[in-house]
């Protein structure tokens, strides 16, 4: 079964990922060359297809801190293969794709605080890098609340922590003011933030429930059982594995947040920890027959429609 062996790959196994994903991730291109995302720049092509390689390098990246963090303990590909076909609907969520991208080093970070006395170093380079994206990104300024979250959970929440963390993120500040402070220049807070407006996206959500309903209807019925089985098991994984299982959840809970309530393409930020939720179940429920039916469906369902709505 196609489960198991992403389970355990060889390498001649990861070679066919590599390949299957960009194949998946070039179909609008192979589909219909005339989209006109294409024939909005001079380069579309080339973005395109870089950004497809950047996807493939996101998923790579985001399988390996799952298993170096020892969040998912058997090692495989399914995380990589989850997220790649989660991507059905991305075709130019460029900048939350570099900030989905980023906020992998800053929960990598995040985890590796594990059971240490003094993780300040580990504590400085997450609110750095989140500094990074909250640049690029205003509105992931939320994903602050996810250190916090982080400090209560791993038992280190005191106020050097927190000192600690308000330094890395006020790093582009200071970065600033040195900037001007030779330069002579006089201050500007939107060179550093442009804070975009921020409300519920009730129609853009409603429109895009309803002209992808079948997707959503087969991607819900997955996401549903991967967290009814998360439960199921949550006693059973270390305590290493179960704290930072909550670590993940509270990650996704503040992505639906941000995704509803930020830009069009804010949800792109809800596939990092909704793809290690869903490869959990994958890899861990006894159900193998069921596991590797659903899988079946994902795959062809994220195949269909990135061949027909896509376009």
């Not at 990922?17 to 579309?44: E, M, Q």
């Not at 429930?209 to 967290?227: A, D, E, P, R, Y």
């Not at 809800?270 to 793809?275: A, E, G, K, R």
Request: charged share 10%.
């Amino acid at each position: 079964m196609l489960l198991e062996k992403l389970i355990t790959p060889k390498p001649k196994t990861t070679l066919y990922f590599i390949v299957f994903s960009l194949i998946f991730l070039t179909i609008p291109i192979i589909k219909n060359y005339s989209f006109d995302f294409f024939n909005s720049s001079r380069y579309g092509v080339f973005f395109f297809l870089a950004s497809a390689f950047f996807i493939l390098l996101h998923a790579f990246g985001l399988n390996n801190l799952i298993y170096k963090n020892d969040v998912i303990k058997k090692e495989n590909l399914i995380i990589a293969t989850v997220f790649v076909l989660l991507n059905t609907f991305n075709l130019q969520a460029s900048i939350n794709l570099f900030s989905s991208f980023l906020m992998l080093f800053f929960l990598n970070y995040l985890l590796e605080s594990y059971q240490k006395e003094y993780p300040f170093n580990e504590i400085f380079c997450s609110s750095f890098i989140l500094s990074v994206i909250i640049i690029i990104n205003p509105v992931l300024i939320i994903m602050y609340v996810l250190f916090i979250i982080c400090s209560l959970v791993f038992s280190y929440s005191n106020w050097r922590s927190y000192f600690v963390s308000f330094l890395g993120l006020c790093m582009p500040w200071i970065f600033y003011f040195m900037y001007i402070s030779v330069a002579g220049q006089k201050f500007d807070l939107n060179l550093i933030y442009t804070v975009s407006s921020i409300s519920f996206k009730d129609l853009e959500i409603i429109n895009l429930l309803k002209n992808h309903q079948n997707v959503f209807i087969i991607f819900g019925l997955i996401t549903l059982i991967s967290i009814l089985e998360f439960f199921n098991w949550l006693y059973k994984k270390s305590i290493r594995s179960r704290k930072s299982f909550f670590i993940i959840l509270a990650y996704l809970i503040l992505s639906i947040v941000i995704s509803c309530f930020g830009s069009t393409y804010q949800w792109y930020i809800v596939i990092t920890p909704l793809s290690i939720l869903i490869a959990n179940y994958f890899t861990y429920t006894k159900k193998r027959n069921l596991a590797n039916i659903l899988f079946y469906v994902f795959i062809f369902t994220s195949f269909y429609y990135r061949w027909n709505i896509m376009i």
